[in-house]
């Protein structure tokens, strides 16, 4: 089915409506920001950017639209799985379009949510059979960071490096240190754990007894199918290994250097800080996570914050991108009737 019959070019876009969670988040992140600005001094960070080569964002753009099209590629064999059959160019337009609506329309409705929309839309499907591809997209991605992650904290290349985060709390003289291979090695544990625990959960008497679970049979391929598992895995790991590089050029950018054992894992720590639901977009989160990380590699406050902000340029280039698929490709966002009833059938 055509995805452009999905709208006509005069259908007017919906203005975006914001609900009090999406505000609050907002609100955080523009604390959070505003904080570590004058902390470490807009001027300073300006400074930096100034003589930094200004070439890499350009490069880092295209790095991570070739990132987001072999995403794309993993979604569309994911949701093959279910029967899900569009091309390429399709996914690709949704998930470019998501990240402009992240981005630059933050509403009540999210990139993740519009992306399921457009894919049961334009294929006659269920809503909650299309968030079972979207989640299984989103967890492979995950279960790869985490496995990635923690391997290069396990391997000898990091050995001696300090990975333990101080917290001072006021209840305590002494500071917690939150060792970060600790963390990332126990959730690794955890997925892995995880995975093996579904093969013992009986599936058909769970849905017999309890009908609304019956969409976790259909999910089972998921994690049945060894192949499909390992393929989406690598690519994932694929995916993940072209954004460090994007890392590194960066620091490249600003005339610095970062380990790339260490820069993997500042890598994966700032990604899965940036998916906590409390700011807007992971904004003030990941910069924070960037200028924690960064100096304990050695970095200058002024030159990790900049840095944080090379990447921002960049990501914020890319999803621009999106903005002019949604516009050229005359894709129709939900109304407030079709959001609300979104929201009802994925409840």
Not at 257 to 266: G, H, K
Request: glycine residues 6%; contains cysteine.
């Amino acid at each position: 089915m055509n995805t452009r019959t999905l709208a006509s070019p005069s259908h007017a876009k919906p203005k975006p409506s914001f609900s009090p969670k999406q505000a609050l988040k907002i609100l955080i992140s523009v604390v959070l920001l505003g904080f570590l600005l004058q902390h470490i001094g807009l001027e300073n960070i300006l400074h930096k950017l100034s003589k930094a080569n200004l070439w890499f964002i350009p490069v880092g753009v295209v790095v991570y639209l070739v990132g987001q099209l072999i995403s794309a590629y993993r979604w569309k064999f994911l949701s093959a799985a279910l029967d899900f059959k569009l091309a390429l160019r399709e996914f690709y337009d949704y998930y470019l379009i998501g990240m402009f609506f992240n981005l630059f329309l933050p509403g009540a409705i999210g990139g993740d949510v519009l992306r399921l929309y457009y894919l049961a839309k334009s294929t006659g499907r269920r809503k909650r059979e299309a968030l079972l591809t979207l989640l299984a997209e989103r967890g492979v991605g995950l279960v790869a960071l985490l496995l990635l992650t923690s391997a290069v904290c396990l391997s000898p290349a990091l050995h001696g490096t300090h990975l333990a985060i101080p917290v001072k709390l006021p209840f305590l003289q002494q500071p917690l240190n939150f060792d970060l291979s600790v963390l990332l090695v126990g959730f690794s544990s955890l997925l892995l754990l995880g995975y093996f625990c579904l093969w013992l959960v009986p599936l058909q008497a769970l849905t017999q007894r309890f009908p609304k679970l019956a969409l976790l049979e259909q999910a089972k391929v998921y994690w049945a199918n060894v192949g499909l598992l390992a393929k989406s895995v690598s690519i994932s790991l694929f995916v993940h290994g072209m954004m460090i590089v994007m890392h590194l050029l960066i620091a490249q950018a600003l005339h610095t250097s970062v380990n790339p054992f260490y820069m993997t894992v500042v890598y994966g720590v700032v990604s899965l800080a940036s998916v906590l639901p409390i700011a807007f977009n992971g904004f003030g989160v990941r910069e924070g996570a960037y200028l924690l990380l960064l100096t304990k590699a050695g970095l200058q406050p002024d030159t990790a914050l900049a840095f944080a902000v090379y990447w921002d340029i960049i990501s914020t280039c890319t999803s621009l991108i999106g903005g002019l698929v949604l516009l050229k490709g005359h894709y129709k966002t939900p109304t407030a009737e079709e959001q609300a009833d979104l929201s009802d059938e994925l409840v």
